[in-house]
Every structure is written in structure tokens, then in C-alpha cells.
């Protein structure tokens, strides 16, 4: 089963699409509307704009670009590891939030240049920050 394929949804909201604009921007649309939806059936927790964040025991925060399919890949490889180890985990859409808002939110959060931005929390601190490909080598070895 894939949680974060949404390939039949953007042919669809291509097809239907009344204008070049909504055509081209299909993609992004479907899959920003899709992924909180995903996330939650992939066991994972959804983390919107205006949501709350405390780091406990074990959790690990991915912040990925709903477009981007090697972002979503990672996710989905990430699902079946999530869930032979006890790490809580929570995605946001980098688009979603504000940089203030996920420093204000995510504790030890600071600027990034690629996606996915992982951070790694162990009894409320940080044992792993990452971002972009080196991110997802991280997560491959859980």
C-alpha cells in the first residue's frame, strides 16, 4: 500500500483543470491537499500551522515539501521502519509553516536550504538535525 502516491488525483485535477494556471499548478495543489490525510494513515502524527509541539521520550520531526517526490519517498520508506520502532512521528509541510513559526514551535529549529529537514529528539532534546539528501541517508538507517 502507498500512502504518498497521489499520481491518479493530480491526472485527475489536470484533466478537469478550467484554466493553463490550475493545470500547471496541479500537482502542488493535490498534493498539499493530501497530505495531512496521508500522514494520519501512515500512522504518523500532522503537524498544521497553528498546531502545538513538545519533544518527549522519542520523536522524530519531518519536515518535507508536499510536491516534492523525494521528500514523499522518504516518508513512505520511513513507514514500515516507524513502525518496528517505538519514535513517534510528525510531518509538516515546509510550505505551511512560516520559518518563525517552526522555530517557535520545534525546538533547535533553524534555517535550511533543502528538503527533508529531519530532527531527531530523544527526552526532549536534539540528537539529530539533518536536511536534504544527508536527511534522508539518516532516516534509511533507522
Known sequence: MSFFDFSDEVGRARQEAPDDASRLSAKTA???????????????????????????????????????????A????????ARSNPVQVTVFDIDELSLPEMVELLPGMRRFMHTPVVIHYRRGGIIYFGEGNDAVLWLRQL
Open 30 to 72: 493535490v498534493h498539499r491537499a493530501n497530505l495531512p490525510a496521508a500522514v494520519r494513515r501512515a500512522g504518523f502524527r500532522y503537524l498544521p500551522s497553528g498546531g502545538q509541539f513538545a519533544p518527549g521520550d522519542d520523536d522524530l520531526v519531518i519536515g518535507v515539501a508536499a510536491w516534492s517526490d523525494p521528500d514523499l
Open 74 to 81: 522518504a516518508l513512505e520508506d520511513l513507514v514500515l521502519t
